[in-house]
């Protein structure tokens, strides 16, 4: 009798224990937590600490109170002007309502995918009414005020605050930006080719223009040296008759050596000639 005794105390015991660490959770400062009962939502807590439920009956889901990242993949957006934008954005978010955002959601992973949604279609709404020379000038600020604006007010139907919504970044797509830059390298190709012919029309001019000038500089050169040449034929013109009239022997002595000098230093020449010729009256005289 006791054995039975102890054995039933002892389940007894253990089913103490068993509802009373069920009904027990403790929820922690970055937590709020929902009751649920038989599925529907009777109890939110905020505060934390030691909390209790009815067992069996009763469960609890726990939501993250602080803020929170989403960077959604980025999107392509077309812009009024018909550009085509990569805009990739990220946002900052917070769940103010856990029991909305139970009804609605029920998971943080699919409010990040509805919370994605709404950006998307907010971004897309917004930029398709904007130019891309709009959106790189000082209206930017408006421009994202009025995103962040609309995406909070859609994303407080699933219990959720956004803090904040900014455009990371607003690029062309890629196979856009290959045929720009391809359009642009043809455009810089043919530009060196204009500068390079234009260089070259130059380069003639230059050279022309220097081959002119060297050809009239050695004309100028040219006669310059051959109306010295000839009024230095001229003073010696006169010099030599000046000096031949003053002795006019020795003058015919003196041009008499330079035709001896002139036709006897070639050892190949040969002449024939008179042994009584005026050529040699000199050779004669000094045989006497």
Do not use: C, H
């Not at 050892?267 to 024939?272: A, F, I, L, T």
């Amino acid at each position: 009798m006791n054995d039975k005794l102890k054995i039933f105390l002892g389940g007894i015991t253990l089913l103490i224990v068993f509802l009373v660490f069920s009904s027990a959770y403790i929820v922690n400062q970055a937590e709020q937590a929902i009751v649920l009962q038989f599925g529907r939502p009777v109890r939110l807590v905020q505060e934390p600490g030691l909390k209790f439920k009815i067992p069996l009956i009763q469960n609890v889901i726990f939501y993250d109170k602080r803020l929170l990242n989403l960077d959604p993949p980025a999107q392509e957006v077309v812009l009024n002007d018909k550009k085509r934008l990569d805009v990739d954005s990220f946002t900052r978010y917070r769940i103010i309502d856990p029991i909305k955002f139970y009804k609605t959601v029920r998971t943080e992973q699919q409010a990040q995918s509805k919370l994605a949604e709404i950006i998307n279609s907010s971004v897309r709404k917004i930029l398709g009414r904007i130019t891309l020379q709009e959106l790189l000038s000082e209206k930017r600020t408006k421009i994202m005020a009025d995103i962040s604006s609309a995406v909070k007010n859609d994303a407080t139907q699933i219990g959720v605050s956004v803090a904040d919504v900014r455009i990371r970044r607003a690029d062309l797509p890629l196979e856009v930006l290959q045929a720009i830059n391809a359009r642009m390298k043809t455009e810089r190709e043919r530009e060196a080719k204009e500068f390079r012919a234009q260089g070259s029309q130059e380069a003639q001019k230059i050279k022309a223009s220097a081959d002119k000038e060297q050809t009239i500089i050695l004309a100028d050169a040219e006669k310059q040296a051959q109306i010295i040449r000839g009024q230095g034929d001229e003073q010696a013109i006169e010099i030599w008759n000046k000096a031949a009239g003053k002795d006019v022997a020795f003058f015919n002595f003196y041009r008499s050596l330079e035709a001896y000098k002139k036709s006897l230093s070639n050892g190949k020449s040969s002449m024939v000639l008179s042994p009584e010729s005026d050529f040699f009256q000199f050779f004669r005289k000094a045989m006497k």
